[in-house]
Nanobody, 124 residues
C-alpha cells in the first residue's frame, strides 16, 4: 500500500500560479498512474489531470487544459501539478491519487490510493 501526501496549496490571487506536489511513501511509485482531483464545497470530487506511470501520456479536464500541467519524477516518488492562470472557480481541495491499471482513468473509482488533500483558494 502506498501513502500519498500532498503539499503546495495556499491562497493566491486570480491569475496567479501554484505548484502542488504529491509524494509517495514507497519505492513502487513508478507502478502507479497518478491523478489529481479536486472537490469544491458542495460539489462532487472531479477529475483534474492524470499522468501514466511510463510518462507516455497525460490527460486533463477541459476546464484546466492549457493552464495546468502535470509531471512526475519516479526517482523522487513525486508527482506535481503546475497550475497557472488560476481562477476563483479553481478553488477546491486538491487530492492526488494512485492507480495501478494499465491505462489512464478519469473516474475516481479507478484510483486505489488517495492523499489527504491540500486546500487551494483563489481570490478574485
Amino acid at each position: 500500500q502506498v501513502h500519498l501526501v500532498e503539499s503546495g496549496g495556499g491562497l493566491v490571487q486570480a491569475g496567479g500560479s501554484l505548484r502542488l506536489s504529491c509524494t509517495a511513501s514507497e519505492g513502487t511509485f513508478s507502478r502507479y498512474n497518478m491523478g489529481w482531483f479536486r472537490q469544491a464545497p458542495g460539489k462532487e470530487r472531479e477529475f483534474v489531470a492524470a499522468i501514466h506511470r511510463s510518462y507516455e501520456n497525460s490527460a486533463f479536464a477541459d476546464s484546466v487544459k492549457g493552464r495546468f500541467t502535470i509531471s512526475r519524477d519516479n526517482a523522487k516518488n513525486t508527482a506535481s501539478l503546475q497550475m497557472n492562470s488560476l481562477k476563483p472557480e479553481d478553488t477546491a481541495v486538491y487530492y492526488c491519487a494512485g492507480d495501478r491499471s494499465a491505462f489512464l482513468h478519469r473516474d475516481r473509482s479507478s484510483y486505489e490510493y488517495w492523499g489527504q488533500g491540500t486546500q487551494v483558494t483563489v481570490s478574485s
